[in-house]
């Protein structure tokens, strides 16, 4: 999906709003703190989808990473934002997306210089249904086994730095005890 016309939410330092900007004129060498999410899709059988970002993503193209993220627009709920972007990035339809670590911040460097600085929410929820990606966001996805995907956590190269940083913090959380986010 193309992001010309989408705006993100610019934050201060405490995590209030003060603006926004055009999706497109905020990722670079001083990105501004900005609102952000990450959600993770279990199946019923408690794996987890792994997503690698298409080739022609502004920030971290061809890294694999979490199910999808994205950025609520302005005067968007973020549970609606994660709502929408399951449908336009892999034409799934979720219910009931939870946030379980509310407070993630990071900021990451790639290689070209691109930052990325956001609060960036996670979310988990439940994904029974037959993955439709969109070629431009995501160009390949596997249902792996938690233990799989904290095994790639560990390896920088393999994974997104923004997941690389969540899964551990998911690890422990509560939630994610019966990795059945959908009960």
């Known amino acids: 999906m193309a992001t010309d016309g989408e705006s ?25 703190l900005h609102l952000g999410f990450s959600c993770y899709l279990f199946d019923s059988d408690g794996r987890v989808l792994l997503t690698r970002r298409a080739l022609g993503k ?4 061809g890294v694999w990473s979490n199910s999808f993220c994205g950025h609520p ?24 997306p939870r946030c379980v670590l509310p407070d993630f911040r990071y900021r990451a460097v790639a290689a070209d210089g691109t930052v990325e600085n956001e609060i960036c929410p996670v979310f988990v929820a ?3 249904t037959a993955i439709q990606a969109d070629p431009s966001e995501v160009m390949e996805w596997m249902w792996v086994s938690w233990d799989q995907l904290r095994s790639a956590a560990g390896l920088p190269w393999a994974i997104s730095p923004w997941a690389m940083e969540q899964i551990p913090l998911l690890d422990d959380a509560s939630p994610f005890a019966d990795r059945d986010p959908g009960s």
Do not use: N, Y
Request: charged share 30%; with cysteine; hydrophobic share 35%.
């Open 73 to 96: 627009a302005p005067g968007e709920q973020v549970d609606e934002a994660v709502r929408r972007r399951a449908r336009q990035e892999l034409g799934v339809t979720i219910e009931a």
């Open 126 to 128: 439940r994904c029974d």
């Open 58 to 61: 502004q920030t971290w193209p």
């Open 8 to 32: 993100v939410i610019l934050l201060d330092e405490d995590g209030r709003p003060i603006g926004s900007a055009a999706k497109t004129t905020v990722h670079h060498a001083a990105t501004p």
